[in-house]
């Protein structure tokens, strides 16, 4: 599957962002997917994962209660709805996809097929 992530931008602290991730050439719903990030100077770094079916989310400690996974399966897109963003949050995030048919755990545990060319988000305090 082809992934293409979109909606990055440059967001004041305290403010929202919602991020899109496209996909092509594959049965979308067949993948459990997730978003990652990497920051300046440091590793990549999980975000949050989505069941294939949207039924199950998992988010990084970090991100929970402030950043929320979702799916439109019949649109082929995954978004990542962003809020009380942090200087900290700055990053390239990248959508990625399983194998087909894997669990959501094989996202949790970076076990991925594709990932997107990478969105830059930059939080200003």
């Known amino acids: 599957v082809q992934l293409q992530a979109s909606g990055g931008g440059l967001v004041q602290a305290g403010g929202s962002l919602r991020l899109s991730c496209a996909a092509s050439g594959r049965t979308f719903e067949d993948y459990s997917m997730g978003w990652f990030r990497r920051a300046p100077g440091k590793e990549r770094e999980f975000v949050a994962a989505?069941?294939?079916?949207?039924?199950?989310?998992y988010y990084a400690d970090s991100m929970k209660g402030r950043f929320t996974i979702s799916r439109d399966n019949a649109k082929n897109m995954m978004y990542l709805q962003m809020t009380s963003l942090k200087p900290e949050d700055t990053a390239v995030y990248y959508c990625a996809a399983s194998r087909p048919t894997a669990p959501i755990k094989a996202v949790i545990d970076s076990d991925l097929e594709s990932w997107g060319q990478g969105t830059l988000v930059t939080v200003s305090s």
């Open positions: 989505i069941s294939w079916s949207g039924g199950s989310t």
